[in-house]
């Protein structure tokens, strides 16, 4: 069974930095992304990557960095200088040809 799992999330402080991480199981994705959802906000993309190919929404890049470890199949999101808008809950996406799978989610609150 395909299961997504996030982890990493938690409360920084202003400037600061988090790692979130994507274990998958039941499944090999050849995509992969990051979503993030605000309170009363539409869910958005934040980053997908492609074998080496990345691209990120305008709001992080430069700031945030999306990467896997296909021995681990897991992937990750280093987020650097977090903004308080950057607060919402992270989600991990696999896309395939049938159906999107999705975590349940971790909480990022970037707050002082």
């Known amino acids: 069974q395909v299961q997504l799992v996030e982890s990493g999330g938690g409360l920084v402080q202003p400037g600061g930095s988090l790692r979130l991480s994507c274990a998958a199981s039941g499944g090999i994705f050849l995509v992969m992304g990051w979503y993030r959802q605000a309170p009363g906000k539409q869910r958005e993309l934040v980053a997908r990557?492609?074998?080496?190919?990345?691209n990120y929404a305008d709001s992080v890049k430069g700031r945030f960095t999306i990467s896997r470890d296909n021995a681990k199949n897991t992937m990750y999101l280093q987020m650097n200088s977090l903004k308080p808008d950057d607060t919402a809950v992270y989600y991990c996406n696999a896309p395939t040809t049938d159906r999107d799978y999705w975590g349940q989610g971790t909480q990022v609150t970037v707050s002082s």
């Open positions: 990557i492609s074998g080496g190919r990345t």
